[in-house]
């Protein structure tokens, strides 16, 4: 079998998606966890998802905090494996909260018509002084956070937004209910956005087929129209033929895919070679705020076309590249290994096939190269 063979087969199977199993034969998609809040004087229950290989990883990743956790926690941690997996966003960790009183927590204003409502702000108060800090000695993250939220859960996103903007950096309103607070949110992105000469954060709001929700949604519009600052990224995607509980799947896919527009490398920039590649991630790690490289599967394809070029100098330089990012990706081991083969450098083909076969044992075709290089003195 050829390098070239190899290294599709690999660029194909770690594309593919991979879902935890116990021995008990169970497929698990999270965890869950608890929080003690002195600020709302209640235990809080968390729904944790892991990326896929977490915790044989070293790496560290933005997180998703997820409103009404229960309701849309298997539907979102699906989306969102959906779209990592296939290089349209990061991995993410995701944070789904399990509701106690919801009307309290979301609600930014005491109101007749409802129970249990005005409690926002304190909820706010515990998301950023004991929420956020809890997860982040708990698990590996970036300080880059997105919050989603789904009717009050949105109208709850919009308060974070113009409350404390800095909290997260991309906000995820379904169907948020402006209308209740019609006067409170309208009044609060006048003026506090009005106060904001910058604002990198990005907004994705959604509404469906709700006569009684689009009003509100639609004031808020004009007012980030008016007010927002130029670099508040925000769309308003109206999803007039779906009703009130079809627009969460559909907001959460859309939202994440178009927060993260510019994650998947452009094929201009990957014709363009390593250093423009580099020179990419360099960039949009400066957006995002934290580090980014390409990802392993570009990385090969790149390898492997210089392979396929003879390009063989150039393709080394690719593969040692992918091993400083990636240094238990066993096939840049073999492709390497291949590249000094092809250059006379025994030695270092040597070293690179036994690197690949300690980290798979099973490739046939390196221990093969490996035996023939060997005794072929």
């Known amino acids: 079998m050829t390098a070239m063979i190899l290294s599709l087969l690999v660029f194909l199977t770690v594309d593919s998606l991979v879902l935890a199993q116990e021995e008990s034969g169970k497929i698990v ?11 709302l004087n209640e235990e809080r229950t968390l729904l944790i998802y892991l990326p896929d290989g977490y915790k044989e990883a070293k790496n560290r990743y933005p997180v998703l905090y997820l409103l009404d ?40 204003v005491k109101l007749d018509q409802i129970p249990n409502t005005g409690g926002a702000a ?29 009717s009050f859960g949105g109208t709850f996103g919009l308060y974070a937004l113009v409350r404390n903007p800095d909290l997260f950096n991309i906000f995820i309103a379904i169907s948020p209910a402006v209308v209740l607070y019609n006067t409170l949110l309208i009044e609060d992105a006048d003026t506090i956005l009005a106060r904001r000469s910058t604002l990198n954060k990005y907004l994705y709001i959604t509404v469906g087929d709700e006569p009684d929700f689009r009003k509100g ?28 509980m079809l627009t969460p799947h559909l907001s959460i896919y859309y939202g994440l895919e178009t927060a993260f527009s510019d994650w998947r490398l452009p094929d201009n920039v990957l014709e363009k070679g390593l250093e423009a ?31 396929q070029e003879k390009k063989f100098e150039e393709a080394i330089e690719v593969f040692k590249h992918c091993i400083s990012v990636y240094p238990d990706f066993w096939m840049a081991y073999h492709n390497l290994a291949y590249c000094y083969q092809q250059t006379g450098d025994r030695e270092l083909a040597i070293k690179n096939y036994e690197k690949t076969l300690q980290l798979n044992p099973d490739n046939q075709v390196a221990a093969e190269r490996l035996k023939k290089l060997k005794s072929n003195k």
């Not at 998609?29 to 600020?39: L, N, P, V, Y």
């Not at 997860?135 to 997105?146: A, V, W």
Request: with cysteine; aromatic share 10%; glycine share 8%.
């Open 29 to 39: 998609i999270g965890e869950t966890a608890k929080i003690q809040s002195r600020i």
């Open 69 to 108: 956790g229960t309701a849309h926690f298997h539907h979102a941690t699906g989306v969102l494996q959906y779209l990592s997996a296939r290089g349209i966003m990061p991995p993410m960790i995701v944070v789904g909260l399990v509701n106690t009183v919801r009307n309290r927590d979301f609600c930014p």
């Open 217 to 244: 949604i639609q004031d808020f519009v004009k007012t980030l129209e008016c007010k927002a600052p130029d670099d508040l990224r925000w769309e308003f995607v109206d999803m007039e033929k779906e009703d009130h």
């Open 122 to 150: 304190q909820f706010l108060k515990f998301i950023a002084e004991e929420l956020i800090p809890f997860i982040d000695g708990e698990y590996r993250t970036h300080p880059h956070r997105t919050l989603v939220g789904h």
């Open 277 to 307: 590649i580099k020179e990419y991630y360099k960039n949009l790690s400066g957006k995002y705020g934290f580090e980014i490289h390409a990802r392993v599967q570009t990385l090969n394809l790149l390898g492997f076309k210089l392979i």
